[in-house]
């Protein structure tokens, strides 16, 4: 019996349009786009502040990022999915609803004053809280523990395949977000809707 929802934030709660921590890496080379991934993933993991990331970004890129305006940059990036927002504050009434992200400090702390999450989720496992990024199991195993249940106890919701894939091999139940619809569908299946 499920007593626990883990839901991923991005591309299932909140769209994303294509880029990480506000920076689009589409627009440089192989090498440079490479070498931005892996400091954002530092970043989402808690190994940098969120000044130290992006005067990082600004000498590598040769871009100027006002620290001030960061709310003007993610306002164009994110934006709510409300029919899954409906759909979580409902099962709200029967489950424990816990976030469980790939994020960093800055990007949470903007989505949670822009879309009051607080209403949607009793609690939250964030990646630069933990250390760990999806789909390592550090991250889940600290989910578990904020779930006060067995792993067959929680469904985990993510658009990512090898995320929730991860999450199955630790005995998570487990839906790949891929349309709201087929979401619905899948938790009928686990009469969960």
Not at 70 to 94: G, I, P
Not at 104 to 129: G, P, Q, R, W
């Amino acid at each position: 019996m499920i007593k626990t929802i883990f839901s991923d934030l991005g591309n299932v709660l909140i769209f994303v349009k294509n880029v990480n921590a506000g920076v689009d890496t589409s627009k440089y080379g192989f090498f440079k786009r490479k070498l931005i991934r892996y400091k954002i993933r530092s970043y989402e993991k808690g190994r940098m502040p969120t000044e130290e990331f992006y005067t990082w970004y600004a000498k590598k890129t040769g871009q100027t990022i006002d620290l001030t305006k960061l709310d003007e940059r993610f306002e164009k990036v994110f934006s709510l999915n409300e029919k899954m927002a409906d759909l979580l504050l409902k099962l709200k009434k029967d489950y424990r609803i816990v976030a469980l992200s790939n994020t960093n400090k800055a990007n949470y702390e903007f989505i949670t004053k822009k879309y009051d999450l607080m209403k949607v989720f009793d609690d939250y496992v964030l990646s630069y809280e933990v250390g760990s990024l999806k789909p390592e199991k550090k991250i889940y195993k600290a989910a578990l523990e904020k779930s006060f249940c067995k792993p067959e106890e929680c469904l985990f919701i993510d658009d990512v395949e090898k995320f929730v894939i991860a999450a199955e091999k630790l005995g998570l139940k487990t839906v790949q977000y891929k349309s709201h619809s087929y979401l619905e569908e899948k938790l009928k299946e686990l009469k969960i809707l």
